[in-house]
């Protein structure tokens, strides 16, 4: 394999394949098995975060990728490292016409390089409708392009702590748990304003046979209702005769905000935006850092169950870092439920725990202060295909529709304000200046129609209610066909090579 000076070659990617330099920018490609992906940063290109925050519109070129590091992806123009083991980075959709994506910058490093590993479960090829494909080349004509390997290994690869080959007790929160045990734990999560320690429960299934250790949390938010009720029914359906490692589940971390039906904690603050916290700062980051530490870190895999927030509503969606290998391989284990890309805001606990190398993932079902049956059957469906997938458990008839992955997502804002009458249901599929809702002035009896930009699937709604103008009334993924974004780097290929032709 000729390799050009200087460049350092991870173990695993010596194999045969020819690594060929994409001109100016530094990239390299792995023709073998690498997959061409847009990476942007518009008004579109929204965190996937429970609560949209507003954005201004902003262009401007796309600056290439810098050169290859030691790690194993090429880094972007960024402050911080590339990730331990670099997956497809993620098409954004542009907010209007004319505007040019920018770059998004990757996750922090978290240490040890990628080590081959045999694929865990059985991995759905994502698979999109016709009319939800992308397949003009010109909305990514300006974008930065960047080449990433696809991985199909464990996503325990490079976990903290290794995954047990022996039954062995477990040792969480000062008590020791022997193999085949089911432990309800308390977790002092923090203090009430009389002074009273606020306990959660922890459930642990601590099955006979060894395997990974699997969290399930729910209302880190404490009006997500759906989350608690798939855990608990998850949890009871669990065998630990036959369970293959440990299920720690917390059905109630924000407690504090469940017992008030709210949101936030007592003085206002979002849980969720405070991991991994820190011991002596404000109520959030102490609760946070004490969930972070006594219980988060010692998981080798995280879902977090979270809904729409404020009266909005999602589709079932699995989100993660897909640049991440372990949090791509992890998130195929869902079975059907659709999967969008997402690195996350800093603060969020799955953003938090990928930072420090566990794979980590945000499972969203429905909406706020409601129980809603069908979101939650879909959601205990989703976990037992999962814990199959992992070889926790045993047969399992997991769902057979191919599991659809989304390269780019978009929120439509109300532009006035007024009455919001939505027209479509999540999803639904949507076209090109297909009339989502309208939103009606009831002062100047005006009505006014709300249109989707792009061609794709309704992940996210807003409930009918009253909007003011920019509030996020609609979340559009939009699934990209690979075969248009590999033209795309092939041409930018071709134009760098011409250029450093010319350079030399």
């Known amino acids: 394999?000729?390799?050009?000076?200087?460049?350092?070659?991870?173990?695993?990617?010596?194999?045969?394949?020819?690594?060929?330099?994409?001109?100016?920018?530094?990239?390299?490609?792995?023709?073998?098995?690498?997959?061409?992906?847009?990476?942007?940063?518009?008004?579109?290109?929204?965190?996937?975060?429970?609560?949209?925050?507003?954005?201004?519109?902003?262009?401007?070129?796309?600056?290439?990728?810098?050169?290859?590091?030691?790690?194993?992806?090429?880094?972007?123009?960024?402050?911080?490292?590339?990730?331990?083991?670099?997956?497809?980075?993620?098409?954004?959709?542009?907010?209007?016409?004319?505007?040019?994506?920018?770059?998004?910058?990757?996750?922090?490093?978290?240490?040890?390089?990628?080590?081959?590993?045999?694929?865990?479960?059985?991995?759905?090829?994502?698979?999109?409708?016709?009319?939800?494909?992308?397949?003009?080349?010109?909305?990514?004509?300006?974008?930065?392009?960047?080449?990433?390997?696809?991985?199909?290994?464990?996503?325990?690869?490079?976990?903290?702590?290794?995954?047990?080959?022996?039954?062995?007790?477990?040792?969480?929160?000062?008590?020791?748990?022997?193999?085949?045990?089911?432990?309800?734990?308390?977790?002092?999560?923090?203090?009430?304003?009389?002074?009273?320690?606020?306990?959660?429960?922890?459930?642990?299934?601590?099955?006979?046979?060894?395997?990974?250790?699997?969290?399930?949390?729910?209302?880190?938010?404490?009006?997500?209702?759906?989350?608690?009720?798939?855990?608990?029914?998850?949890?009871?359906?669990?065998?630990?005769?036959?369970?293959?490692?440990?299920?720690?589940?917390?059905?109630?971390?924000?407690y504090l905000g469940y017992s008030r039906g709210t949101r936030y904690l007592p003085d206002r603050r979002d849980l969720n935006r405070y991991f991994p916290g820190h011991r002596s700062g404000s109520s959030a980051a102490r609760i946070a850092f004490g969930f972070f530490n006594d219980l988060a870190r010692h998981c080798h895999a995280l879902v977090d169950f979270h809904t729409g927030s404020f009266d909005r509503s999602n589709l079932p969606q699995v989100r993660g870092d897909l640049r991440i290998a372990a949090v791509q391989s992890f998130a195929r284990g869902f079975g059907a439920t659709a999967v969008l890309h997402s690195p996350g805001s800093v603060g969020m606990l799955r953003r938090a725990l990928t930072d420090v190398g566990i794979p980590a993932v945000t499972f969203e079902l429905g909406a706020p202060l409601r129980l809603e049956p069908s979101e939650i059957d879909f959601g205990v469906q989703a976990m037992h295909s999962l814990l199959h997938g992992l070889g926790m458990t045993r047969s399992f008839r997991a769902r057979s529709e191919p599991q659809a992955l989304f390269y780019a997502a978009k929120w439509v804002r109300a532009d006035t304000g007024g009455m919001l009458f939505a027209e479509v249901e999540l999803g639904d599929r949507v076209r090109v200046g297909q009339r989502l809702g309208k939103v009606i002035d009831p002062l100047q009896n005006l009505e006014r129609p709300i249109l989707s930009p792009v061609r794709g699937k309704v992940l996210g709604m807003a409930l009918n209610q009253i909007v003011l103008p920019g509030f996020a009334v609609f979340h559009l993924g939009v699934q990209t066909s690979q075969q248009v974004l590999a033209e795309a780097a092939a041409r930018l290929r071709r134009a760098h090579a011409e250029g450093d032709r010319m350079d030399e």
């Open 1 to 254: 394999m000729a390799v050009a000076p200087g460049v350092n070659v991870p173990e695993w990617d010596r194999g045969g394949a020819v690594l060929v330099r994409v001109g100016g920018c530094g990239a390299w490609l792995r023709a073998a098995s690498w997959l061409v992906v847009v990476l942007g940063l518009g008004p579109a290109a929204l965190p996937a975060q429970d609560f949209p925050p507003e954005s201004a519109a902003t262009t401007g070129a796309a600056t290439p990728g810098a050169g290859p590091p030691a790690a194993v992806a090429p880094a972007l123009p960024s402050a911080a490292p590339p990730p331990r083991q670099s997956a497809p980075a993620i098409a954004t959709t542009p907010a209007t016409a004319g505007e040019r994506l920018l770059p998004t910058s990757k996750p922090p490093a978290v240490g040890a390089s990628p080590t081959a590993t045999t694929p865990v479960g059985s991995a759905v090829a994502p698979v999109a409708a016709a009319d939800e494909l992308v397949t003009d080349a010109a909305a990514i004509r300006d974008a930065g392009v960047e080449i990433f390997p696809t991985t199909e290994g464990s996503p325990f690869a490079d976990a903290l702590e290794p995954v047990p080959t022996q039954v062995q007790s477990l040792t969480l929160l000062g008590e020791s748990i022997q193999p085949g045990t089911r432990h309800e734990l308390r977790w002092q999560s923090s203090q009430s304003f009389d002074g009273s320690v606020v306990a959660t429960p922890v459930v642990v299934l601590h099955g006979a046979r060894p395997g990974p250790r699997l969290c399930l949390t729910a209302a880190v938010h404490g009006d997500e209702l759906n989350g608690i009720e798939i855990i608990r029914r998850v949890t009871n359906n669990i065998d630990v005769a036959e369970l293959a490692g440990t299920v720690i589940a917390v059905p109630i971390v924000n």
